[in-house]
C-alpha cells in the first residue's frame, strides 16, 4: 500500500506498470515540462553549509501524488506523527544510517502507515508545476454528506460550540497572562 502501481496519460491511452517504466515514462513528461528541480542550500551531517542542484521530475509527481491521497486516506493524527517520521527517515537516510536499528524502526512505522494509502490521482503538468485535478479512493475517510452545509448529516454545527469553548480557554488564559507581562515590564 502506498506504492505506485500505474501511470496512465489520459490523452493518448499509454499506460506503464512496473516501477521503471512508469519512472522512465514520468521522468520524460515532467522533464518536458521542467517540474522536479530544486536549487538549495543544505546542511550537511558534519556540519558545513552547501549547495545542491537536484532534478527528479518522477519523484515530484510522485510525490504530490502521494501526498494528495494519503490526506484522502489517512487519519489525521497518524498523518501528523508519520510526517514527522518522514523528516527523521530523510535525516537518517541522508547522513548515511539506512542499516541503523533506528532507521529500521522508522522504515516500519512509516510502512505500517501506509495500510489505509490506496487510490487514484488525477494530476496534470505545466510549467514546471504538478496540478491536483482529483482523486478516489475506497479507503477515503471523506465523507461529503457529513461534512456538507447543504445537506443535513450526522455533524450539528452547534455540537461544535463547547469544542470551541473549551479550546479557546487555553487561548484566553495565555493572553491573560501576556497582559501581566506586558504591564509588568511597563513599569
Known sequence: MGVPVK???????????SALELFVYLNDIAG???????????NRFVGMKSRGI?????????YHAHLDIEAF???REVRKIKQGLSLKFSELVYNGFWHSPECEFVRECIGRSQEPVVGTV??????????ILGRESSRSLYN????SMNVQGDYEPADA????????????EYHRL?????????E
Open 54 to 62: 537536484y532534478e527528479t521530475p518522477a519523484g515530484t509527481i510522485l
Open 73 to 75: 486516506t489517512m487519519d
Open 122 to 131: 488525477r494530476l496534470s503538468v505545466f510549467k514546471g508545476q504538478v496540478y
Open 32 to 42: 518536458k515540462h521542467g517540474v522536479g528541480r530544486i536549487d538549495i542550500v543544505e
Open 7 to 17: 501511470v496512465t496519460n489520459i490523452g493518448d491511452g499509454a499506460t506503464r506498470s
Open 144 to 147: 461529503e454528506e457529513l461534512v
Open 178 to 186: 501576556q497582559s501581566k507581562v506586558t504591564v509588568k515590564q511597563d
Open 161 to 172: 460550540t463547547g469544542f470551541i469553548n473549551i479550546n479557546s480557554l487555553r487561548l484566553k
